[in-house]
């Protein structure tokens, strides 16, 4: 039969019975399978056959083809529904030998339990088997196996652990009932207690075929921590299977206690809390930041620190931190400028208070008389409720020592440093003069200085205040000329310990180095486009946004050694003394009083030149000049009543009159000499400069930067003062084109005229000419300034090479 098929199946039967586990009753006794056709063995059928038990067989079948077989088995007859077969269908290459393993289980077992495993396919082959049945002592196999899979690593005190159990019948067929017991227990331990370190819990379960559970164990809180064996157990039929595995019982993470005191739990909470807060935190400073409406980097460490020397002036904008200055600073000038109502008169009062709390001696020249407050308390209570925000009390409100005079004439001899004591406040008040003399009265004072023989001291001493002096700009009706007298003060009193303070609403309209050396600058809120203009160029984009909406009594600060020499925002405080001016009459109370004492000092000056001892009348006149000076006008009244008597009976007994005091007028020649002085000076100084460049080989090269001197600076039509083309293009950028129209028209080009005769460039001169547009003539003008400052480079480099 397929003779051409070479083809032996040797079927070497080895007799490898396994032990079996779990049968309790009854083990299967091996068949014997031999080659090809083989073994029938008879029922031995000792006891009663019952469930459980099973055996197993394995067949080596061998190919001795060359080629590959594929072969089929089964088995049939009473052993049919109890015979399992690992493959089938067998897939033997040649010359290669295969085992499959068979499964006998002793259910159904009856008195014939014998069949045949046939192997068909490319030959057939049976194999007659019988199954005996052994008494259950001897075996060993059961149908029931369990396995324990962990579903979580860790096993804590007073939670679940849950785990998965899988429950494999061998017999597929039958389903039956198994109880399953579920044994956790102290590994290792002597005694074992339930709740204590033994946990124990049962239940019923159908089995049939595969199964997996998930089944859970409550761990008591008090369990006792350690190693324990988690044990299942199933009882079926009399018989047992078994599984187990390995936990470790431990407290919970967060239970745990921190050197044996805190709980960990504890310990997170505070740590969350924390966080929580930080977070928090983060998030209202963020929101707060991003409300700021001042984002300069203020570095607290170089801004001036508290000390003998500083003024306490404020706070930092949008913080709690207090703002001072280096009083010496201020003896190089100090400008403080901004809108109308922006609150340049408060802050440049709040810096003067200080003064004359660290006993400077201030002349103010207002043309307001709003400084006339100076002598008085603070009572508003608008300006009093500021006190607590900046730490102060309303009990710190005070009215300055001092006196308010009022000047009739430009050229009125002042006697400036007679009235200047250390921490009094000399108020000149300026109303009565016209703004046109407003020049000659800066010159009046400066020569006053000048020739006044001071010593040379080091920090500050005195404080001159310039208030509203815009005024002497050509486009407020000033002449324009008076900046030559402030430039020269602003250069020379700073030996004599005297700090200059200007006020005023616009700060690009001054020219040369007062512009070039202020050396601190107050900026309050401004709208003026010039001035925002130059803060742009300066400082940068931002400070202009910060600027226009920045609230009353908010400056921007700018000093060299302030804050790394960065602009930063200053909150002034609340000023001490009253808001409100002294009234038409107080201020002639003061005048009256004033000029009587005065006449009073004259007529005893007159006394003593006659050799009349005057100690005692001059004595008690300085008292009424105090009481004047403390505005207590009866008290001045008094002693007035009481000394002019004396003095008139002292002119009686001497027989003669006094002389009246008249006023006393600086000659306008002299004045006008004084301020072509000034222009000289500087006229001196820009040639000295330029002797010293050329001594040094270095020829003064012209860039846009160069100034005019100042006899030929440029005066537009609108007022504003021009030195260099720089000045001119930051002029030009936020002027309107019909004022540029005023100075470059068909008929003339003002700006042309001066760049040939200030700069002798008639290169520039013809390239601006013919450009009437306000636009294209800035646009030339930038251009023009490259090429300028290239060839300067260019310049230096081929002298850089040449050396
Ligand atoms: N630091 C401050 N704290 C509280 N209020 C202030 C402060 N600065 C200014 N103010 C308020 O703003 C008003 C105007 O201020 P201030 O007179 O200083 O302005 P100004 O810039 O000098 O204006 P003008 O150009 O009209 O002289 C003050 O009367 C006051 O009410
Ligand atoms: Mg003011």
Known sequence: MKTTILLVVCICLIISLSSLVHAQQYEVAPGRIEKVIEIIQ?????????????????????????????????????????????????????????????????????????????????????????????????????????????????????????????????????????????????????????????????????????????????????????????????????????????????????????????????????????????????????????????????????????????????????????????????????????????????????????????????????????????????????????????GMKKSEARAFPGNVRAIESAREKINLLKYMKPGEIQIFTLNKLDPKDMDFFVANVVREIFSSNLQETRGLTKMLAFDEIHRILPKFGGSGSGFLQIERSCREFRKWGIGVMLISQVLSDFVGEIKANINTEVQMKTRDEGDLNRIKLKYGESYIQELIKSPVGTGMVQNNKFNNGIPYYIQFRPILHSVIRLTDEELAEYNKYNQIIDNLEYSLDQLEENKIDVFDLRLELKLSKDKVKSGNFNMVKIYLEGLTPRIDKAWQKLGKTPKQKELELIDEVVLREEMEKARKLKAEQDVAKKKIMADRGEEEKFTFKTEASPDVSLTLPDGTLVISLDGLISELIPMKAEKFQAAVNEKQNMIADWVKKAFKREDIEKELRPILEKDAFLKKMQELKEKVAKEAEGGDKKKEEAT
Not at 57 to 70: D, E, M, P, Y
Not at 322 to 335: N, Q
């Open 42 to 390: 008879g029922l031995e059928n000792t006891q009663d056959a019952g469930f459980g038990g099973f055996t197993e067989q394995t067949i080596n079948i061998t190919n001795i083809q060359n080629g590959a077989i594929a072969l089929n088995l089964r088995v049939s007859g009473a052993i049919e529904g109890n015979t399992l077969i690992n493959e089938t269908l067998l897939m033997i290459p040649g010359k290669s030998i295969r085992s499959v393993n068979l499964k006998f289980l002793s259910l159904n077992l009856s008195a014939n339990n014998s069949g045949e495993l046939i192997i068909d396919g490319e030959t057939l082959t049976t194999i007659p088997i019988t199954i005996t049945a052994r008494p259950k002592e001897q075996s060993k196999g059961s149908w029931l196996m369990l396995e324990i899979k962990e579903m979580q690593e860790n096993v804590y005190t007073g939670r679940q652990y849950v785990f998965r159990l899988f429950t494999t019948s061998l017999n597929a067929e039958t389903e039956f009932n198994a109880t399953l017991i579920y044994t956790l227990k102290r590994s290792g331990a002597e005694e074992l207690i339930e709740g204590q370190n033994m946990l124990s819990q049962e239940e019923d379960v159908l089995i049939k075929g595969a199964n997996s559970l998930i089944r859970s164990i409550d761990i008591p809180k008090d369990l006792e921590l350690g190693d324990y064996i988690l044990e299942v157990t199933a009882e079926y039929f009399g018989e047992e299977a078994q599984t187990s595995t390995f936990l470790v019982v431990s407290v919970p993470l967060y239970k745990h206690k921190l050197f044996g005191k805190v709980p960990v739990w504890v310990i997170i909470l505070i740590l969350a809390l924390i966080l929580l807060g930080f977070i928090i935190f983060k998030i209202i400073k963020k929101h707060i930041e991003a409300n700021k409406r001042f984002h300069v980097k203020v570095e607290y460490d170089k801004l001036p620190q508290p000390g003998d020397r500083s003024l306490t002036v404020g706070r930092i904008a949008e913080t709690d931190k207090k703002a001072y200055f280096d009083m010496d600073s201020l003896t190089v000038h100090t400008i403080v400028a901004g809108s109308t109502g922006g609150g340049k008169s408060i802050s440049a009062q709040v810096i003067i208070e200080e003064c004359l709390l660290k006993n400077v001696a201030v002349a103010i020249f207002d043309p307001t008389a709003q400084w006339s407050g100076m002598l008085r308390k603070l009572e508003d209570k608008k300006m009093l409720e500021f006190y607590p925000i900046y």
